[in-house]
């Protein structure tokens, strides 16, 4: 990256609604939310924006809405304020992430945007079905999060768009789980697995997904999962088959802090372990 | 730039691109310790509006308008686990000293009984290079036990 020596330095500007935002976009601005990965980039990386909107104080991106049937979690929600969220999977979640202080800052938004193939939040929302809503110069969009991400650190968003929230089906009788492999609570994700199970009104499995991070250029949604649970009971389900399936859809590599075998064989052990999980938290649950 | 620091109104004027942490230490308050400079060790924690946050990590312009805390800031629960790190040994350089206790403040503000697994985690933010892990879990215990006591 070219560093540009300039005598002004980009003040932090604070719009306070979206269109206000939108208006301020221009080239070389940059879009800032806790600003934990941006500051680093601006630090460390040489990066030198033109201009920095700060969307923290936008009232739409920080609200949590709950409808029958889905929850909306605005995209500048810090991951504290996710720690209370009503969708226990992101509660878990989050805790696990970066550090207590950390989490004061860092929001959904960046963590999403970011796009690092280790984002924690990645796997447990495609595995949760999300949507993200986008909303930009030519207006909004809403698609799934399956697809947001393009490749590490790059997603679908042009440099004028803003990712405003990400949206939550809520169907009955679903429970979901994240589990990841890492060095310590600080250190990012070696492996991370999150699954979800949903069962129908007989207690058969009417959905299931498994998303893996850390483990391909982009978190992944791990195909045919469904198909293979679909229609059996919960208790008892053997997850052997699931977990052969996430080896073969990973595509690991090798850096410093672990293999790509290693990565390989530990998104099997985490895809059984999330499922299994997910089917313990479906125990506690009346079902018909 | 306004701001509420360590209670009192506060008018200040950072460069665009300042930390934090930077800002605060020019005003004095060298309390804020800064040793890795990217939010992994916890050194320069500073409480916004209540919750702990690394300054390093965080723009001065990022402040507007909240209350910022730091250890030099006058407050009973601050007093009592400086009492009980004194009292259990819970450092021996000092360097993280105040991040550990302003965390541990945010922590018991929410958390006033916490068994000893929680406070370990909630402090997993703050790098002692001492060592001094379990003197700094009793004296969070101890502090959370007196205060409990005092209200």
């Given at each position: 990256m070219t560093i540009i020596a300039r005598s002004t330095e980009p003040v932090l500007q604070r719009p306070a609604t979206l269109t206000e935002a939108l208006a301020l976009s221009g080239p070389g601005s940059v879009w800032w939310a806790g600003g934990t990965d941006l500051w680093l980039m601006i630090d460390r990386k040489g990066l030198r924006p033109e201009a920095l909107i700060d969307l923290t104080h936008i009232a739409e991106l920080r609200a949590i809405q709950t409808t029958g049937a889905e929850t909306t979690l605005g995209a500048a929600l810090t991951l504290a304020e996710l720690e209370a969220s009503p969708l226990p999977a992101v509660a878990d979640t989050v805790r696990s992430m970066c550090t207590v202080q950390t989490r004061t800052l860092a929001t959904l938004g960046g963590n999403l945007c970011h796009a690092?193939?280790?984002?924690?939040?990645a796997p447990v929302l495609l595995a949760l079905g999300a949507e993200v809503s986008i909303a930009g110069p030519a207006g909004t969009r809403r698609i799934p999060l399956d697809g947001f991400f393009t490749g590490p650190g790059r997603t679908v968003l042009s440099a004028e768009e803003i990712l405003t929230a990400v949206h939550v089906p809520t169907p009955q009788r679903q429970t979901a789980a994240y589990t990841r492999i890492a060095r310590t609570v600080v250190d990012i994700a070696l492996v991370g697995a999150a699954a979800s199970l949903t069962l129908d009104e007989e207690c058969h499995v009417l959905d299931a997904r498994v998303a893996l991070c850390a483990v391909a250029p982009v978190p992944l949604l791990v195909p045919g999962i469904a198909e293979a649970l679909k229609g059996r009971a919960y208790d008892g389900l053997d997850f052997a088959g699931c977990a052969k399936m996430a080896e073969e859809a990973c595509a690991p590599i090798t850096d410093l802090r672990a293999s790509a075998d290693y990565r390989r064989r530990m998104a099997g052990v985490l895809t059984r372990r999330a499922l299994t999980t997910a089917a313990d938290h479906l125990r506690r649950m009346p079902c018909a | 730039m306004r701001l509420t620091l360590n209670r009192r109104e506060t008018e200040l004027t950072p460069a665009p691109l300042e930390r934090l942490s930077d800002t605060l230490r020019a005003q004095g308050l060298t309390g804020v310790r800064v040793s890795c400079s990217e939010g992994e060790c916890g050194s320069c924690t500073v409480l916004i509006d209540g919750r702990p946050v690394t300054s390093c990590l965080m723009l001065a312009a990022q402040a507007e308008g909240t209350s910022v805390e730091t250890i030099e800031c006058d407050d009973p629960a601050t007093a009592a686990l400086q009492q009980a790190f004194i009292e259990e040994q819970g450092f021996q350089c000092g360097f993280c000293t105040a991040g550990f206790i302003l965390t541990a403040r945010a922590f018991l503000a929410r958390t006033p009984d916490p068994s000893e697994d929680e406070v370990r985690e909630a402090l997993s933010g703050s790098i002692c290079r001492c060592g001094a892990y379990p003197f700094i879990t009793r004296a969070v215990l101890k502090a959370a036990a007196s205060l409990r006591g005092a209200a």
């Amino acid at each position: 990256m070219t560093i540009i020596a300039r005598s002004t330095e980009p003040v932090l500007q604070r719009p306070a609604t979206l269109t206000e935002a939108l208006a301020l976009s221009g080239p070389g601005s940059v879009w800032w939310a806790g600003g934990t990965d941006l500051w680093l980039m601006i630090d460390r990386k040489g990066l030198r924006p033109e201009a920095l909107i700060d969307l923290t104080h936008i009232a739409e991106l920080r609200a949590i809405q709950t409808t029958g049937a889905e929850t909306t979690l605005g995209a500048a929600l810090t991951l504290a304020e996710l720690e209370a969220s009503p969708l226990p999977a992101v509660a878990d979640t989050v805790r696990s992430m970066c550090t207590v202080q950390t989490r004061t800052l860092a929001t959904l938004g960046g963590n999403l945007c970011h796009a690092a193939p280790s984002a924690d939040l990645a796997p447990v929302l495609l595995a949760l079905g999300a949507e993200v809503s986008i909303a930009g110069p030519a207006g909004t969009r809403r698609i799934p999060l399956d697809g947001f991400f393009t490749g590490p650190g790059r997603t679908v968003l042009s440099a004028e768009e803003i990712l405003t929230a990400v949206h939550v089906p809520t169907p009955q009788r679903q429970t979901a789980a994240y589990t990841r492999i890492a060095r310590t609570v600080v250190d990012i994700a070696l492996v991370g697995a999150a699954a979800s199970l949903t069962l129908d009104e007989e207690c058969h499995v009417l959905d299931a997904r498994v998303a893996l991070c850390a483990v391909a250029p982009v978190p992944l949604l791990v195909p045919g999962i469904a198909e293979a649970l679909k229609g059996r009971a919960y208790d008892g389900l053997d997850f052997a088959g699931c977990a052969k399936m996430a080896e073969e859809a990973c595509a690991p590599i090798t850096d410093l802090r672990a293999s790509a075998d290693y990565r390989r064989r530990m998104a099997g052990v985490l895809t059984r372990r999330a499922l299994t999980t997910a089917a313990d938290h479906l125990r506690r649950m009346p079902c018909a | 730039m306004r701001l509420t620091l360590n209670r009192r109104e506060t008018e200040l004027t950072p460069a665009p691109l300042e930390r934090l942490s930077d800002t605060l230490r020019a005003q004095g308050l060298t309390g804020v310790r800064v040793s890795c400079s990217e939010g992994e060790c916890g050194s320069c924690t500073v409480l916004i509006d209540g919750r702990p946050v690394t300054s390093c990590l965080m723009l001065a312009a990022q402040a507007e308008g909240t209350s910022v805390e730091t250890i030099e800031c006058d407050d009973p629960a601050t007093a009592a686990l400086q009492q009980a790190f004194i009292e259990e040994q819970g450092f021996q350089c000092g360097f993280c000293t105040a991040g550990f206790i302003l965390t541990a403040r945010a922590f018991l503000a929410r958390t006033p009984d916490p068994s000893e697994d929680e406070v370990r985690e909630a402090l997993s933010g703050s790098i002692c290079r001492c060592g001094a892990y379990p003197f700094i879990t009793r004296a969070v215990l101890k502090a959370a036990a007196s205060l409990r006591g005092a209200a």
